[in-house]
């Protein structure tokens, strides 16, 4: 249940969920299960740990670039998380950050205002939904 979200659509003040979205794609951590000669669980373990090891920085690289108005960091950043993201199938996600590596690759840091919100929050649903993933494997 953690490793979905609800999208939420406002209709006359009242909140309907419109579909269900999984955070991590199933098939994604089954590919990366079935890339293991041997141990998958061992081999999704370290990847996990790395992700949440590295996103962490990756995330801070993201505020500071959009801060400092630095678009070269800010196309590193978020590329690479992108990138990460989606090897476990985090396609929201990824999406938002090529969002922000468009915006790094241009040259213009122009974010719409709950643009670095949405990216936060989308963020900590991805952290929660691995730390689940990763306590599975135990």
């Given at each position: ?29 089954e ?20 992700y ?11 505020r ?37 590596e ?11 205002p ?19 993933e ?5």
């Open positions: 249940a953690l490793s979905r979200c609800q999208l939420m659509e406002q209709q006359a003040g009242n909140a309907s969920p419109i579909s269900e979205i999984p955070v991590l794609n199933p098939d994604a951590l590919n990366l299960r079935k890339a293991a000669v041997k141990d998958p669980n061992s081999l999704l373990r370290q990847l996990i740990d790395g949440l090891e590295d996103a962490p920085k990756l995330m801070q690289n993201i500071e670039a959009i801060e400092q108005v630095n678009p070269p960091k800010l196309d590193l950043a978020a590329h690479t998380l992108k990138s990460m993201s989606d090897t476990f199938g985090a396609t929201t996600f990824a999406q938002l950050c090529k969002k922000l468009l915006m790094g690759e241009s040259g213009a840091i122009a974010l719409e709950d643009q670095l919100t949405q990216l936060e929050a989308q963020y900590q649903q991805v952290v929660a939904a691995l730390e689940l990763r306590q599975k494997l135990r």
